[in-house]
């Protein structure tokens, strides 16, 4: 069932995936900027400060993925005891960490001209802080306990008691009154946001995308060759 996850079998598979995401991320990232900076009109409250939004959105949506991705496989490594589970859990969190703090940066830097501060307890903004402390403690687990079992035992916990801030952050701005605005982009079809600004959002999340894609799997790359020399060592 998890055949395809195991190291000795992806492995050879890694390198012809990253050689075609290099292939095109470069294109992608050109006519992604292209759109965003220059085709994208300015908005007709915020001026040109709504250019932001092409990387802050993205960037939150991949932090809140990436946690999800973490806990889920936390909660099948609990039950199935895959320990490859763990290491592509470990691969993803230092990503989600990033684009998590590039998501609170870029939202100050866009609520400053915005909201006329740079920063507020906000409930989406709060969350989205406890978000990132999650994410530190699950890589400190990791780092830190040296006992790997325990390691992957206490990390795995974490991510699954942080799976709960996940619907939080998504629904914050529904359930409390919040500086934030609601969500302009919905899966049924009604969101508000104009194609001239959702189509450079999707392109900028792609590339995005393909960024953590390929960054993924160098590291994935890099800790199978670890565990590899770790087994040799052994023998």
């Avoid at 395809?4 to 050879?12: A, D, E, T």
């Avoid at 406890?130 to 974490?158: C, G, M, P, R, T």
């Amino acid at each position: 069932m998890f055949d395809l996850i195991n190291p000795s079998k992806i492995f050879y598979l890694i390198e012809k995936i990253i050689n075609f995401i290099n292939s095109i991320f470069f294109i992608i990232l050109i006519i992604a900027l292209t759109f965003a900076l220059i085709l994208s009109p300015p908005d007709y409250l915020q001026g040109d400060s709504v250019r932001i939004m092409y990387v802050h959105v993205p960037s939150a949506w991949i932090g809140l993925a990436s946690f999800t991705s973490i806990a889920l496989l936390s909660i099948l490594n609990f039950i199935f005891k895959i320990k490859n589970l763990h290491l592509i859990s470990k691969s993803i969190a230092p990503l989600g960490l990033m684009f998590t703090c590039l998501a609170i940066i870029t939202g100050s830097l866009w609520g400053q001209p915005t909201w006329g501060t740079w920063w507020a307890w906000d409930a989406r903004i709060t969350s989205m802080v406890v978000l990132a402390i999650f994410y530190i403690l699950f890589i400190l687990a990791n780092k830190l306990i040296e006992q790997k079992d325990k390691a992957n035992k206490i990390s795995n916990i974490i991510a699954i008691v942080g799976l709960a801030n996940i619907p939080i952050i998504k629904f914050s701005v529904d359930w409390w009154n919040t500086l934030h605005q609601p969500s302009s982009i919905k899966l049924d079809g009604t969101s508000s946001i104009h194609s001239s600004m959702l189509l450079p959002l999707m392109l900028m999340f792609l590339v995005l995308l393909l960024y953590c894609a390929l960054i993924l799997l160098m590291k994935y790359k890099t800790e199978i060759i670890r565990i590899k020399k770790k087994n040799i060592k052994r023998i």
